[in-house]
């Protein structure tokens, strides 16, 4: 009888064993791959944020460069450097027309470029923080 004790208890705790052993691999395992799937969904997450927002910078840049493009915005805010930094004075302002000569004083081109952007902020409300 005690030789069937002692293959009972050495096959409980054999068996045991294994199944604890069984139990923590497959723990480590999932765990693994749990993490690997969070991993994986917060790269795909993320690729397609910065896609969202690099189209937003790049419309952004657009606007921006359409507002800055403007020949009265270009010309208002030359005078206003020519005036604090004498020594700027850029090509494109030398060779296209001045609006100055459309204008009185430069004072009413700095108001008409005023208004100008005004009313780009009126236009596009989310662009331009009041």
Not at 23 to 46: D, N, P, T
Request: glycine content about 4%; some cysteine; charged content about 20%.
């Amino acid at each position: 009888m005690k030789l069937r004790h002692k293959i009972a208890g050495r096959a409980f705790f054999f068996g045991t064993f294994v199944i604890l052993s069984l139990s923590v691999f497959y723990y480590i395992f999932s765990y693994h791959q749990a993490v690997e799937k969070v991993l994986r969904q917060g790269r795909m997450c993320a690729a397609a944020l910065s896609g969202a927002l690099d189209r937003h910078l790049q419309e952004a840049g657009r606007t921006a460069f359409a507002i800055a493009s403007a020949p009265m915005v270009r010309h208002a805010t030359a005078a206003s450097l020519s005036e604090n930094f004498p020594f700027f004075l850029s090509r494109e302002l030398v060779t296209s027309p001045p609006l100055i000569d459309f204008v009185e004083k430069p004072e009413d081109l700095l108001f008409l470029a005023r208004e100008y952007l005004l009313l780009q902020q009126r236009l596009v409300p989310e662009w331009f923080m009041v």
